[in-house]
């Protein structure tokens, strides 16, 4: 509903002097004028408009009570009387929340009674941060670690051992150190007999043990088929020695059984595989 409203020449004269925009004084002007309207018919100022200083001519003005000097009070008045002029603030008020009420809209009475407007299923409120998941936030990276690739580290690697291995055993054949006997003869047997150095320990377990039971039974069930399960039964993926006491426990059983049987065969046996003191009859052993 358009209202064309008279304003306060004076209170706009001084704010364009004051430099203040036209919009800005013009409307102000008008609301010095509505004030001055308000005081002459005896109406009461909304809080904001009680608050506000009016200017000292418009206040001058409307405390004359004529209509002349009011600049056009009287018509004004009249308006209000028969209600055909502006709302009030309170009208207004009053009419917006008639048309949220007739939209089924009941939050309007409780923000004008200053209660947080809650909606269906809402029991709670919870900020945003709240409900999202730290690592939709922060992106947390794993440390990149070190990685060894097969070409060409590893193979350059075993290349250059296997050429040192290589060089090793060249210079072994070549030297006069392992020098070759005679020819082995059918009819004579060295005594004592002995296995290779690595075969020693197996040959000693033939003194005390039946041959099914040293040779076979014993390398093959207890030895190759025991070492193989030592991985199921422990299953520990530590590395640590502390965490992996069993499989350390067997393994130390193993060299420690392997290694005492070799050395007893290879320098406590003389002639016919007896018993002897290397450091009294004499070392029986040759590579």
Same mark, same amino acid.
């Given at each position: 509903?358009?209202? %064309?409203?008279?304003?306060?020449?004076?209170?706009?004269?001084?704010?364009?002097?004051?430099?203040?925009?036209?919009?800005?004084?013009?409307?102000?002007?008008?609301?010095?004028?509505?004030?001055?309207?308000?005081?002459?018919?005896?109406?009461?100022? *909304?809080?904001?408009?009680?608050?506000?200083?009016?200017?000292?001519?418009?206040?001058?003005?409307?405390?004359?009570?004529?209509?002349?000097?009011? !600049?056009? *009070? !009287?018509?004004?008045?009249?308006?209000?009387?028969?209600?055909? @002029?502006?709302? $009030?603030?309170?009208?207004?008020?009053?009419?917006?929340?008639?048309?949220?009420?007739?939209?089924?809209? @009941?939050?309007? %009475? /409780?923000?004008? %009674?200053?209660?947080? $407007?809650?909606?269906? !299923?809402?029991?709670?409120?919870?900020?945003?941060?709240?409900?999202?998941?730290?690592? *939709? &936030?922060?992106?947390?990276?794993?440390?990149?670690?070190?990685?060894?690739?097969?070409?060409?580290?590893?193979?350059?690697?075993?290349?250059?051992?296997?050429?040192?291995?290589?060089?090793?055993? $060249?210079?072994?054949?070549?030297?006069?150190?392992?020098?070759?006997?005679?020819?082995?003869?059918? =009819? &004579? $047997?060295?005594?004592?007999?002995?296995?290779?150095?690595?075969?020693?320990?197996?040959?000693?377990?033939?003194?005390?043990?039946?041959?099914?039971?040293? +040779?076979?039974?014993?390398?093959?069930?207890? +030895?190759?088929? /025991?070492?193989?399960?030592?991985?199921?039964?422990?299953? =520990?993926?530590?590395?640590?020695?502390?965490?992996?006491?069993?499989? &350390?426990?067997?393994?130390?059983?193993?060299?420690? @059984?392997?290694?005492?049987?070799?050395?007893?065969?290879?320098?406590?046996?003389?002639? @016919?595989? %007896?018993?002897?003191?290397?450091?009294?009859? +004499?070392?029986?052993?040759?590579?």
């Amino acid at each position: 509903m358009a209202e %064309n409203v008279e304003m306060d020449q004076k209170v706009y004269d001084e704010l364009i002097a004051a430099g203040k925009s036209e919009r800005i004084a013009r409307s102000k002007a008008k609301a010095a004028a509505v004030r001055a309207k308000k005081e002459a018919a005896g109406e009461k100022l *909304g809080p904001r408009e009680a608050t506000a200083e009016a200017p000292a001519p418009a206040a001058a003005a409307a405390a004359g009570g004529d209509a002349p000097a009011a !600049g056009g *009070g !009287g018509v004004a008045t009249a308006e209000r009387a028969t209600g055909t @002029g502006g709302m $009030t603030v309170e009208e207004r008020q009053a009419r917006v929340a008639a048309a949220l009420a007739a939209k089924g809209d @009941g939050a309007a %009475n /409780g923000r004008g %009674n200053g209660a947080a $407007t809650r909606y269906a !299923g809402q029991d709670h409120t919870h900020r945003l941060l709240a409900m999202v998941p730290p690592d *939709g &936030i922060q992106q947390i990276r794993s440390k990149q670690e070190d990685k060894v690739y097969v070409w060409p580290h590893l193979i350059a690697s075993e290349f250059i051992a296997l050429m040192a291995v290589t060089l090793f055993i $060249t210079a072994l054949s070549v030297l006069p150190a392992f020098p070759l006997r005679e020819l082995a003869n059918p =009819n &004579i $047997t060295p005594n004592p007999s002995k296995a290779p150095w690595y075969f020693l320990g197996l040959q000693e377990l033939l003194r005390y043990f039946h041959p099914m039971i040293a +040779g076979v039974t014993i390398p093959g069930i207890v +030895g190759l088929l /025991g070492l193989m399960m030592v991985p199921y039964m422990d299953r =520990n993926p530590s590395v640590r020695p502390d965490n992996r006491k069993t499989a &350390i426990t067997l393994m130390t059983f193993f060299l420690l @059984g392997a290694g005492m049987m070799t050395l007893v065969g290879s320098f406590f046996r003389g002639p @016919g595989f %007896n018993w002897v003191w290397p450091w009294v009859d +004499g070392l029986f052993f040759e590579l």
